[in-house]
């Protein structure tokens, strides 16, 4: 395989063919028209003795996005993925204290719904109308601000089978089978975007004299290198080109993030026409989470924990003792060390590393596949098809996916830092604020006396927004006391006026919408309009 110009990047060669190898292939083939031919090449090699990680199954709306970009169809990618539409997460056990009217007394609970709040279209924070409302009769924030959090709790679809594909009423995600997705995106890229497949193991990388990759050596019978202008390393934990070829230094981020360890399990449904979850639960334990995601014929739920703080024994009596009796002794309990942290840069010469060779940070908030995606739209975006244009893109790369690292790395702590658990070390360790970057040390602070407006988020690029904060501060019970700064929130009418209007939102939709697993059995069976 030739690379036929050398002053042009005209042949991308992709090593892996995990959910981050396939997604970067169809969003690169896609947007660089690998099928004409004055576009972007685009190659992926695969080792067929190493299987794909397999079990990223929660995603952010984005995705739909890129599907739709890509070409596929909504329907098919339902029927064939086991997938099942997200709304958002609830989060439950995370504080000791629940909210007062929080309906899940005695355990505290809140939600992250993925739609935005009624009140950001309207470009008017309702959160110091909240904070400022009797703290014992009033509905907790979730509640009070977003009507997708009643569907969730009905279990009610954030759409109509009338809709068109992509479309919604309420913001939407999915949970997916990613084994079955990787399958999925690697015929769609072969057969209908033109990426060409080899499935052989990467056995050397070769540099020139300035050190960038030459070609890769494969151990296929008829293959034995194959060259290309640019190279992407999907290789997961093995980082072939990042971390064997070039050691570019790793941030590491375990005393930040504890959990290093997860248990995960596939739990069928015992009755096939069980009602699905349209959220991911994610239950706070005394050393871990424990995530559970509902997807068509089965769960998927995993403790995620810290080895410093619990046992593995322990850890999977917890599990277990969570799946009740939907537990049996022939389900296999898959164990996943964790390596938290990222590469101090992602593009290097003429590569860059997209996935987990990247980076990993805890699954909390389903974070990665976002990532990956995000990362593998701005290189489509910006790639430099002169290869004397790199130096440019490369920065811009690196300084984006840092950010976003960083950002996610001080969301996910979030979730832990204010918590007012003290039942174990483990949740002392985490509010200990040494353990807290500085950064999120100097908002919490400053969110002490007033709440997180639009202008704490500098970047359009923080992967987490206003209401992601709001959601998860306040449904914490993080205490903000407004009571020094009251004189600015005087449009107290206009907020009471909204809050009525989301609670009669709520319950339109929930009499409008249909139950999730009504719309997935009719989405299988007649599809939606592709219009
Ligand atoms: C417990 C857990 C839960 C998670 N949950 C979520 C979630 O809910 N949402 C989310 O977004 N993310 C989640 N993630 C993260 C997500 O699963 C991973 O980011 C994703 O699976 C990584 O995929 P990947 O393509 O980078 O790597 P992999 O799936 O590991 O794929 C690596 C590929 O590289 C190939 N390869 C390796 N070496 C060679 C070689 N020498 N030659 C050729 N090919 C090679 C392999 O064959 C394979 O195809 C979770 C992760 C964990 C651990």
């Known amino acids: 395989m030739a690379n036929n ?68 169809s909504e329907t098919d990618f339902i029927r064939e993925c086991d997938v099942t539409f997200k709304q958002g997460a609830e989060f439950i056990n995370w504080a000791k204290t629940p909210e007062p009217n929080s309906e899940k007394n005695p355990n505290s609970s809140y939600y992250h719904p993925l739609s935005t709040v009624n009140h950001s279209s309207y470009n008017f924070n309702l959160a110091p109308y909240w904070l400022q409302q009797d703290k014992k009769t009033r509905l907790s924030y979730d509640r009070a601000v977003a009507s997708q959090v009643r569907l ?3 279990g009610i ?72 202008d640019f190279f992407i390393d999907c290789s997961g934990n093995k980082g072939l080109i990042i971390k064997e070829t070039y050691n570019i230094p790793w941030h590491d981020i375990s005393d930040i993030i504890f959990n290093d360890t997860a248990l995960a399990v596939q739990v069928p449904y015992q009755d096939k026409d069980q009602a699905i979850n349209t959220h991911t639960l994610a239950t706070a334990q005394d050393a871990g989470w424990i995530w559970d995601i509902a997807l068509q014929t089965r769960r998927g739920v995993g403790h995620v924990y810290s080895s410093k703080y619990t046992t593995e024994q322990k850890a999977k009596k917890q599990l277990i003792d969570y799946l009740g009796d939907d537990y049996n002794s022939e389900l296999t309990i898959r164990k996943i060390k964790l390596n938290h942290g990222y590469h101090q840069k992602f593009w290097h010469k003429n590569s860059v590393a997209i996935g987990m060779s990247a980076g990993f940070i805890e699954p909390l908030e389903a974070s990665a596949i976002f990532l990956f995606d995000a990362a593998a739209n701005m290189l489509a975006a910006q790639f430099p098809r002169d290869k004397a244009q790199m130096t440019y893109a490369e920065r811009k790369f690196n300084q984006q996916l840092t950010l976003r ?94 809050f009525t209007e989301i609670d009669k939102v709520s319950e339109l939709m929930g009499k409008k919408l249909p139950k999730h697993r009504a719309l997935i059995d009719k989405v299988i069976q007649y599809g939606f309009s592709q219009v």
Not at 19 to 29: D, N, V
Not at 168 to 182: I, P, T
Not at 417 to 433: A, K, L, V
């Open 5 to 72: 110009n050398c002053s042009k990047n005209d042949h991308i060669l992709i090593i892996g063919g995990g959910t981050a190898g396939w997604l970067s292939a169809a969003i690169l083939a896609k947007s660089l028209h690998s099928k004409h031919d004055d576009g972007v090449k685009v190659t992926l090699i695969e080792s067929p003795d190493i299987p794909i990680l397999g079990v990223g199954e929660g995603t952010w709306p984005n995705l739909r996005a890129t599907l739709n970009r890509i070409g596929i």
């Open 152 to 154: 969730c709790d009905q």
């Open 405 to 498: 690292m960083e950002r996610t790395v001080e969301f996910i702590k979030l979730h832990y830092c204010i918590s007012d658990r003290r039942d174990s070390q483990y949740w002392i360790d985490n509010c200990n604020p040494v353990s807290i970057p500085t950064h999120l040390q100097e908002r919490l602070s400053f969110w002490k006396s007033q709440p997180p407006t639009k202008y704490d988020f500098d970047n359009a690029w923080e992967p987490f927004n206003l209401d992601s904060y709001l959601y998860v501060l306040y449904g914490m019970g993080f205490d903000t006391d407004v009571s020094e700064v009251a004189s600015k929130y005087t449009d107290v009418v206009k907020a009471e006026q909204l």
């Open 157 to 228: 679809a954030p759409k109509q089978i009338v809709m068109p594909q992509y479309s919604a009423v309420q913001e939407y995600a999915y949970h997916l089978n990613a084994n079955k997705f990787s399958a999925f995106l690697k015929r769609h890229c072969i057969e209908k975007l033109g990426v060409n497949f080899v499935s052989a193991n990467v056995t050397s990388v070769l540099l020139d004299d300035d050190e960038f990759i030459k070609h890769v050596v494969t151990d296929h019978p008829s293959i034995d290198k194959i060259n290309a």
